[in-house]
């Protein structure tokens, strides 16, 4: 009963915040299984391999939940979405392959540093705000979106958008999170999306990367199926609070104090897995 109450609040906040902001909820997620298997009884299941496979199939359920609220507001380019999946689906299944030869220590390394990278590619989204590049609407490739009685104009680069989807979707599958905390800041520098859509969007390309890198997991067998039901009502729970309270209200705080954990969080992985 006790674990299963902790894999629900973990679910919770992990989809709350990860909606939120438009990361996914992984980011979260994982540091929090990793941290309970070391302390709490009833998370000895928990591995590289168990541990991305379910911040995967938890991360499907966060982003459908997300993108239904998303949707009724109007937030989602989902023709902008279907671009990128073309690079992050395959990604993430390549990503989700190359995880199966990852040990414990070096996950612990490797996910440190990524989520100290992460950190400080949080730290461009309030720059790429007023980087954002203006974009013609002649210009080809170029799209309009109306958002909130506001239009805005920016640009698509098939190539370009492809390429980037496909890195980001391989650390999805690799690392298990929803490349979300990567694809906004790009959306928003590289291709002029404005904040709120480039995070509604990416919850929307979250839903097909999760899912087949699941599907990868799956076929590995590393998803551990008695624990999956514990955690998937709160990341519906989660998803719908985040996406909600994204709408009402600026979320400068909850980021600095996020990036902050993810640097005190990263950092002690490091050394675990250096230790």
């Known amino acids: 009963m006790v674990v299963a109450l902790i894999c629900f609040i973990i679910a919770v906040l992990a989809a709350f915040i990860g909606s939120l902001v438009g990361l996914g909820g992984g980011i979260i997620l994982i540091p929090l299984l990793l941290l309970s298997s070391q302390y709490v009884i009833g998370f000895e299941w928990v591995s590289p391999q168990s541990v991305v496979a379910m911040s995967l199939v938890v991360m499907v359920f966060t982003g459908i939940s997300s993108v239904l609220s998303y949707a009724k507001q109007k937030q989602v380019d989902f023709y902008a979405g279907s671009i990128f999946l073309a690079g992050s689906i395959p990604g993430s299944m390549i990503g989700a392959w190359l995880n199966q030869y990852v040990n414990m220590d070096g996950f612990y390394l490797y996910f440190g540093l990524l989520i100290i990278v992460i950190s400080f590619i949080m730290s461009l989204r309030k720059k790429a705000s007023k980087l954002r590049r203006n974009v013609d609407i002649l210009e080809p490739g170029a799209r309009s979106f109306e958002l909130k009685g506001e239009v805005y104009i920016?640009?698509?680069?098939?190539?370009?958008?492809?390429?980037?989807?496909?890195?980001?979707?391989?650390?999805?599958?690799?690392?298990g999170i929803g490349g979300g905390a990567i694809m906004v800041p790009v959306m928003m520098l590289l291709f002029g999306f404005p904040a709120h859509l480039a995070a509604a969007t990416s919850m929307f390309m979250i839903i097909?990367?999760?899912?087949?890198?699941?599907?990868?997991?799956?076929?590995?067998?590393?998803?551990?199926?008695?624990?999956?039901?514990?955690?998937?009502?709160?990341?519906?729970?989660?998803?719908?609070?985040?996406?909600?309270?994204?709408?009402?209200?600026?979320?400068?705080?909850?980021?600095?104090?996020?990036?902050?954990?993810?640097?005190?969080?990263?950092?002690?992985?490091?050394m675990q897995g250096i230790g």
């Open 208 to 270: 097909f990367v999760s899912f087949m890198g699941s599907i990868t997991h799956i076929y590995l067998g590393n998803v551990v199926w008695e624990y999956v039901l514990f955690f998937i009502p709160g990341a519906w729970i989660g998803g719908k609070l985040g996406a909600k309270v994204n709408h009402l209200l600026s979320n400068n705080v909850l980021e600095l104090v996020l990036k902050v954990m993810l640097i005190l969080v990263g950092i002690r992985m490091i």
């Open 154 to 175: 920016y640009k698509l680069s098939f190539i370009s958008a492809i390429s980037i989807a496909l890195f980001v979707g391989m650390l999805s599958g690799l690392f």
